[in-house]
């Protein structure tokens, strides 16, 4: 058992150092997941490992237990819409607005086990000879270093691969190996993997023309989802788009993002300067022409 005490110091290093919110009905989470560390790191107890992480500092050891309050949920084309919508609508709009730079930078921001960068890396070689000679780089960041491994090898077992992947593609791109399935080096090589908190300086990024931020803004509160998303803004370029996971929304944050209904769903597209008023706002008449809405 867990005292109030230690509970709470956990929440709140967890805040601290990932913007994750955690309250007492999720004490079970604690207790299942901190017990291997607990164990692995030779305390007597969650308890234990709790004190003995107060009374002395270790960034490795407080770096690890964040990393296992982690909730890395994830599976190859998840909710299959925003794939949907990069493979009809954005991606044959940029092959036309990319034309004479022939580059897009793809940004996975809370990537897991790598199967949402990875869906976007088959997605891109389905396409074919049309993407010959573009340049197109796909980076995946994750706050926990023990999903980035997982990510790096492409390895998973008949339960993920059952998870969102069609036959055809786990034929394609998949090499068994036993009781498990590795991505094909041409896959693995499209996208590069490292550790990046959201709470951190962004700027390693770089510019980019593609954000897949989802299922990870409903873990954080208000403050955190403003703050997170007003740097990864500042990093998406003009008429640059960014993905939400299926149950989210910039409702309540200021952002020069707006919400596009596209036909199978929606996105955020960031407006080019001149298409928005003094608030960052894409105008009226443009957002009707484009079937725009605010959230
Ligand atoms: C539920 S998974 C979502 C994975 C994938 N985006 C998807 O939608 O399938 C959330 C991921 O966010 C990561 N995460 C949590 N806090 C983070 C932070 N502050 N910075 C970066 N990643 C974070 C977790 O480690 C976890 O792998």
New binding site residues.
């Given amino acids: 058992m867990v005292s109030k005490e230690i509970l709470q110091y956990f929440f709140s290093i967890l805040y601290q150092d990932?913007?994750?919110i955690l309250d007492e009905s999720k004490k079970y989470l604690i207790e299942t997941r901190l017990e291997p560390i607990a164990a692995q790191e030779g305390f007597a107890s969650i308890d234990a490992l709790g004190r003995g992480l107060m009374q002395k500092r270790s960034p490795i050891l407080r770096q690890k237990v964040v990393d296992a309050m982690?909730?890395?949920?994830?599976?190859f084309f998840?909710d299959q819409t925003p794939f949907t919508i990069m493979q009809e609508e954005i991606f044959p709009e940029f092959l036309r607005t990319k034309e004479k730079s022939k580059r897009i930078r793809i940004w996975?921001a809370?990537?897991?086990t790598g199967?949402?960068s990875y869906s976007l890396a088959m997605l891109i070689k389905e396409m074919g000879p049309k993407l010959d000679g573009w340049n197109i780089q796909i980076q995946a960041?994750?706050?926990?270093e023990h999903?980035l491994e997982q990510a790096r090898k492409g390895i998973y077992s008949q339960h993920e691969v059952q998870r969102g992947l069609s036959t055809p593609y786990l034929l394609r791109y998949f090499t068994q190996k036993g009781l498990t399935w590795q991505l094909k080096p041409e896959i693995r090589n499209m996208v590069s993997f490292r550790r990046?908190?959201?709470?951190s300086n962004l700027s390693s990024v770089g510019d980019v023309d593609v954000v897949?931020c989802?299922?990870?803004l409903i873990?954080f509160d208000l403050k955190t989802k403003q703050n997170v998303i007003s740097r990864i803004a500042d990093l998406i370029t003009p008429n640059g788009v960014l993905f939400l996971?299926g149950s989210e929304a910039l409702m309540g944050i200021k952002s020069p993002l707006v919400r596009v209904e596209a036909k199978k769903g929606s996105y955020y597209r960031k407006s080019a300067p001149s298409m928005r008023n003094g608030n960052g706002d894409r105008t009226l008449s443009e957002s009707k022409r484009r079937g725009v809405c605010q959230t």
Avoid: K, P
């Avoid at 982690?70 to 599976?75: M, R, W």
């Avoid at 960041?141 to 926990?144: A, F, G, L, R």
């Avoid at 990046?196 to 709470?199: C, E, R, T, V």
């Fill in positions: 990932s913007g994750l982690t909730t890395n949920e994830t599976y998840r996975c809370a990537s897991s199967q949402e960041t994750d706050i926990s999903v990046l908190n959201l709470l897949f989802r299922n990870i873990y996971g």
